[in-house]
């Protein structure tokens, strides 16, 4: 790949982290709806997390998308049994899921902050030129 789709890349990455934690609020409204007892909040949110899920591991947040994985599995096996619903373990792995958002968005702004390429792949050598 050559460096400027890596830069590009880089920059959908970035939008992509920035508007994800943007939407922590969203998903936090909708494990309130959940503890209300509005099960069509469910749905939503397991949609949501399935597309964090892919988008992030497409963007190497491996964190991010491991943890909205999780989420999402736990979302799945509620849905076929609701007998076995634990919000508290929900509210528990959406604070791990904001914690790695955080920490992968801090990440990037230090990548950024540092005039590099913003790619989570050290292997990638910063200094190449851009042509």
């Given at each position: 790949?050559?460096?400027?789709?890596?830069?590009?890349?880089?920059?959908?990455?970035?939008?992509?982290i920035?508007?994800?934690?943007?939407?922590?609020?969203?998903?936090?409204?909708?494990?309130?709806?959940l503890?209300?007892?509005?099960?069509?909040?469910?749905?939503?949110?397991?949609?949501?997390?399935?597309?964090l899920?892919g988008?992030?591991a497409?963007?190497?947040f491996?964190?991010?998308?491991?943890?909205?994985?999780?989420?999402?599995?736990?979302l799945?096996?509620?849905?076929?049994?609701?007998?076995?619903w634990?919000?508290?373990l929900?509210?528990?792995?959406?604070?791990?899921?904001?914690?790695?958002?955080h920490?992968?968005?801090?990440?990037?702004h230090?990548?950024?902050?540092?005039?590099?390429?913003?790619?989570?792949?050290?292997?990638?050598d910063?200094?190449?030129?851009?042509?």
């Amino acid at each position: 790949m050559d460096v400027r789709t890596q830069k590009r890349l880089d920059e959908i990455g970035t939008r992509f982290i920035r508007r994800t934690v943007d939407q922590l609020g969203e998903l936090q409204s909708l494990a309130a709806r959940l503890h209300d007892g509005d099960h069509a909040g469910l749905a939503e949110l397991e949609r949501v997390t399935h597309q964090l899920h892919g988008s992030a591991a497409m963007f190497r947040f491996e964190a991010v998308s491991a943890k909205a994985g999780k989420i999402n599995a736990l979302l799945k096996s509620f849905e076929a049994n609701p007998a076995n619903w634990n919000l508290a373990l929900i509210d528990s792995l959406l604070i791990d899921f904001s914690d790695s958002v955080h920490d992968a968005a801090a990440s990037r702004h230090r990548r950024s902050s540092d005039n590099r390429l913003e790619w989570p792949d050290e292997s990638r050598d910063a200094e190449t030129p851009l042509d």
